[in-house]
């Protein structure tokens, strides 16, 4: 029988520039990118990865996919909403588990069911949080809520949101995430330190 393989959350997103400008102008978007290309580099192999599908996002993981060896459809998970069903990315099909969740009574709304659904109905050891707007402080709120005893790793070299996140949390044990752009290096270091024994 196959090992059950551990969650690990991902909320991330690049800035718009016709959004808030506190996420926009303080997001590194070469930063962004490399962070989510080494995370699903780093975790897919041997974990579980879930996120929300953000367009700005799906691409990226979708990259590292094709350049892995294996069948390892089973090692991720896009949530999305129905709200967005006309909208979704084309890399969507490319990925056999997705999760729709249902429509409410507008965007916001809709959002909020999918985010809480995505975190709620999962065990995570750990949440990643890259860059980001205003969705990925949401999704920290509640993933902090959800899973008081799983790691959180806002990687403060991103921007945005998640060095907002960053600053909030004041952990001096990790200091190395407002540090360091060698990400590849950092997952290792931070899930054989914290995350394996979880």
Not at 71 to 98: M, R, T, W
Request: proline share 4%.
């Amino acid at each position: 029988m196959a090992k059950k393989l551990k969650n690990i959350f991902l909320s991330a997103s690049i800035p718009l520039p016709d959004r808030d400008d506190k996420f926009y102008y303080t997001a590194d978007i070469i930063a962004i990118r490399d962070a989510v290309r080494a995370l699903a580099t780093f975790i897919i192999p041997s974990y579980k990865l879930i996120w929300g599908g953000h367009p700005s996002i799906t691409p990226l993981v979708r990259s590292v996919v094709e350049s892995l060896d294996g069948n390892i459809q089973d090692h991720v998970e896009i949530y999305q909403s129905e709200f967005f069903k006309k909208d979704l990315p084309e890399d969507n099909a490319f990925f056999g588990n997705i999760v729709m969740t249902g429509i409410k009574k507008d965007r916001e709304s809709s959002l909020l069911h999918m985010r809480k659904q995505m975190i709620c109905d999962n065990y995570f050891v750990a949440g990643v949080f890259i860059g980001g707007m205003e969705g990925v402080i949401d999704e920290y709120k509640i993933f902090k809520n959800k899973h008081p005893e799983a790691l959180l790793i806002p990687l403060a070299t991103t921007g945005a949101a998640a060095r907002m996140i960053y600053t909030e949390l004041d952990n001096s044990e990790l200091n190395i995430l407002n540090d360091s752009y060698t990400y590849l290096a950092l997952f290792n270091s931070l899930f054989d330190n914290y995350v394996k024994e979880r």
